[in-house]
């Protein structure tokens, strides 16, 4: 099953309006998105991930910010590692 292949993200952190974001990897226990580097995005960060639905809709998944580094090319973006919040799953 492919992935969407953008959405945007809202850290609760941050007044800011959600992010969009380019989703570059996926698994079972998250993502990694690169965005702007603007946004002030830190590990340990709780947010919001929205993505598209195929048929319509948005699936709303909250998360957490594992880790962060500039983008390897664009000074302009980073790299941004986001696990899927489970709540008190371990």
């Known amino acids: 099953m492919a992935i969407p292949q953008e959405g945007w993200l809202a850290?609760?952190?941050?007044?800011?309006e959600a992010i969009q974001v380019d989703l570059v990897s996926s698994n079972s226990r998250g993502v990694g998105v690169?965005?702007?580097?603007?946004?002030p995005a830190q590990?340990?960060?709780?947010?919001m991930l929205i993505t598209p639905m195929h048929?319509?809709?948005c699936n709303h998944r909250p998360v957490f910010c594992?880790?962060?580094r500039p983008h390897p090319?664009?000074?302009q973006l980073q790299?941004?590692?986001l696990r899927f919040d489970f709540g008190d799953e371990g």
């Open 11 to 16: 850290l609760d952190a941050v007044r800011q």
């Open 34 to 39: 690169v965005m702007a580097a603007s946004y």
């Open 43 to 47: 590990p340990g960060m709780h947010g």
């Open 55 to 57: 048929g319509g809709g």
């Open 66 to 68: 594992c880790w962060q």
């Open 73 to 75: 090319q664009d000074r």
């Open 79 to 81: 790299c941004v590692g």
